[in-house]
């Protein structure tokens, strides 16, 4: 079973910030957060994770609370591209276990 | 490209045929997977390759039997399928180990209807 939960369904304005929340309340001290995205009928795309610190790289940032209990993903700038499914995901380090996706969250940007 | 190649993109096959679903990754990763995408459902782990050895099989039925002859390669072979075996396959690979976690990498998956 996935250990996130996730809104539904979640709208933005291209051009502005899309920020999406994760709760992970079960969040063992050994498991990263992963963010991966799903355009229609693709392959999911990797997209950020972390352990306990801040990330950001050139696709995201991603802010987890100092109880790691919960994180955001923000997409800085969303652009009609970047409607997708996110889906957040708790996994721990090395070969310990494996990506299990839930439902994710539906973000459609709109013009 | 993602650097993981899946072929076919498209796969309609009788319920009676052999097919084989092929994914090939060019990343020096050293674990692969199997993954199933129904409509309107959650991508469903099956198979799990780490070091061409299969260490997870969830629960999958024998119609679908994979097959990984080295660790850049892996196959999905299918025979007797039902229409409702009909999705989105999806391979992936992931370098792991050294308690460090790694992100996975996806193909474009294959698009298989069961006729």
């Known amino acids: 079973d996935a250990k996130t939960t996730q809104p539904t369904s979640m709208d933005c304005a291209e051009g502005r910030a899309a920020n999406l929340p994760c709760n992970h309340s079960?969040?063992?001290?050994?498991?990263?957060v992963y963010w991966y995205r799903q355009i229609h009928s693709q392959g999911p795309q990797y997209i950020i994770h972390g352990l306990k610190n801040n990330e950001t790289n050139e696709m995201a940032s991603l802010i987890i609370t100092e109880d790691r209990k919960s994180s955001t993903l923000i997409l800085p700038h969303a652009t009609l591209r970047d409607t997708a499914v996110y889906y957040c995901?708790?996994?721990?380090?090395?070969?310990?276990?494996?990506?299990?996706f839930g439902k994710g969250t539906k973000l459609s940007v709109k013009p | 490209e993602t650097g993981v190649t899946q072929t076919p993109r498209h796969l309609v096959m009788g319920m009676t045929n052999k097919k084989s679903l092929k994914c090939e990754q060019h990343?020096?990763?050293?674990?692969m997977y199997w993954y199933k995408q129904s409509a309107k459902k959650p991508l469903e782990l099956m198979f799990v390759y780490s070091l061409e050895e299969r260490v997870e099989n969830n629960s999958v039925p024998s119609r679908f039997s994979p097959e990984c002859p080295n660790s850049s390669h892996l196959f999905l072979h299918l025979h007797t399928l039902q229409p409702e075996d009909s999705a989105l396959y999806l391979c992936?690979?992931?370098?792991?180990?050294?308690?460090?976690?790694?992100?996975?990498?996806f193909g474009s998956g294959t698009r298989l209807t069961v006729v």
């Open positions: 995901i708790v996994r721990p380090g090395g070969s310990q276990g494996n990506l299990i």
């Open positions: 079960t969040i063992s001290g050994n498991e990263y």
């Open positions: 990343l020096g990763h050293n674990a």
């Open positions: 992936a690979s992931s370098q792991d180990g050294g308690g460090r976690s790694y992100g996975y990498t």
